[in-house]
């Protein structure tokens, strides 16, 4: 008679068995160790427990504190600590000068100890007045990307309040839309590698859903700033981007012809030199007709534009179809003008013509 292991199944002599006798055990060894409910309990018990000593510590009203969920209260504190990396305590009277208009000061006692119900939330020194003087919002980041600070106006723009923002991410390309992650990523690499320059880059932010509903999308916002160097001796952990974001025009979508209020049509050769533009082109940019015939493109563009510009124009030159693109264009006041340019080869190809959209 062949007799089967009930653990293997194979074949085994009479009384074997491949598994061990536990009268044979070692002395020493020790059961496996296996996860049970009330195990699993006492952990999330305890995971709750260290959540709600951290949101008692973040300075806000305790009514706030009452409406943060989980996810939210780790990304406050997470904003606070890269805060506090970037300005110690003591450091903000001794940055640049306007570093401590960017930030609030924080110190121990402001990031530990819980303020009564009647304090106001943790913002900037700038006042909520001071604040909303500002065409837009204040934004703060390391130099990896990752966000740093909002001003709390920023619900005021694009209809989301600080907290419900740092829900989306904690960098600012998850705050953008996806189309502008390459431009702002190579507009804050050139930043970076030097210092004190201001670049400008336009995108899309996220937005709240009534937004989206009462303007028919996401809000469109310049962000302009420069890397300073917080602390000396300068290094990457020391440097923070400091910037503006304000809202410009809602961006075209492909499909929307838009207002002809708002644009203006112009004809180019293939090498951009004006042969034809609307007259409107005169309430936008300020240029009478005559005056921009001869002229080329590039003559008008903003230098940290020219290279955004030149990929589509070299992309719409062999071919590639309708292009988009976000520049700065000169006006005759010598201010600069915000466009959302789609150029497009004509049918014989020897022309492109080019929709500009004014987004201010």
């Known amino acids: 008679m062949t007799i089967f292991c009930s653990h293997c199944h194979r074949p085994l002599q009479a009384e074997m068995n491949c598994l061990p006798r536990r009268g044979k055990q070692a002395p020493g060894a020790s059961k496996p160790f296996r996860s049970t409910k009330s195990a699993s309990k006492a952990r999330r018990d305890q995971i709750n427990v260290e959540l709600q000593a ?78 909303s003087l500002l065409p837009g919002f204040l934004l703060v980041l390391s130099a990896n990307g990752k966000l740093v600070y909002i001003s709390e106006n920023v619900a005021q723009v694009l209809g989301l309040s600080v907290v419900e923002l740092l829900a989306q991410g904690d960098t600012v390309f998850d705050i953008l839309d996806g189309r502008a992650h390459e431009d702002a990523r190579k507009k804050l690499l050139l930043a970076h590698e030097e210092p004190g320059r201001e670049v400008t880059f336009v995108s899309e932010m996220r937005t709240s859903k009534a937004f989206r509903l009462q303007h028919g999308g996401n809000r469109a916002v310049a962000v302009r700033g420069r ?37 203006f049509q112009s004809m180019h050769i293939l090498d951009m030199t004006f042969t034809d533009v609307t007259e409107s082109v005169t309430y936008h940019l300020g240029y ?19 290279d955004l510009a030149a990929a589509q124009h070299r992309a719409v030159a062999l071919g590639a179809g309708a292009g988009t693109a976000v520049l700065r264009v000169l006006r005759r006041d010598r201010t600069w003008a915000w466009l959302c340019v789609s150029a497009q080869r004509d049918s014989g190809g020897r022309a492109i013509t080019c929709t500009s959209h004014c987004l201010r």
């Open 288 to 306: 009478r007709r005559e005056e921009l015939i001869g002229q080329s493109w590039y003559s008008l563009l903003h230098p940290e534009d020219a």
């Open 227 to 263: 890397f300073t160097a917080l602390r000396w001796p300068a290094s990457p952990s020391t440097a923070a981007f400091l910037a503006l974001c304000t809202p410009v025009a809602r961006l075209p979508a492909d499909d929307d012809a838009g207002s002809q209020d708002d644009l």
């Open 54 to 131: 951290l949101r008692s510590l973040l300075p806000i009203s305790a009514r706030e504190k009452e409406r943060l969920s989980y996810l939210h209260t780790m990304a406050l504190v997470c904003l606070r600590l890269r805060g506090a990396q970037l300005f110690p305590p003591g450091t903000c009277d001794t940055a640049v000068p306007h570093a401590s208009l960017a930030l609030p000061h924080q110190d121990s006692a402001s990031l530990c100890a819980p303020p009564a119900d009647s304090a106001p939330p943790a913002g900037p020194v700038l006042g909520a007045e001071l604040l």
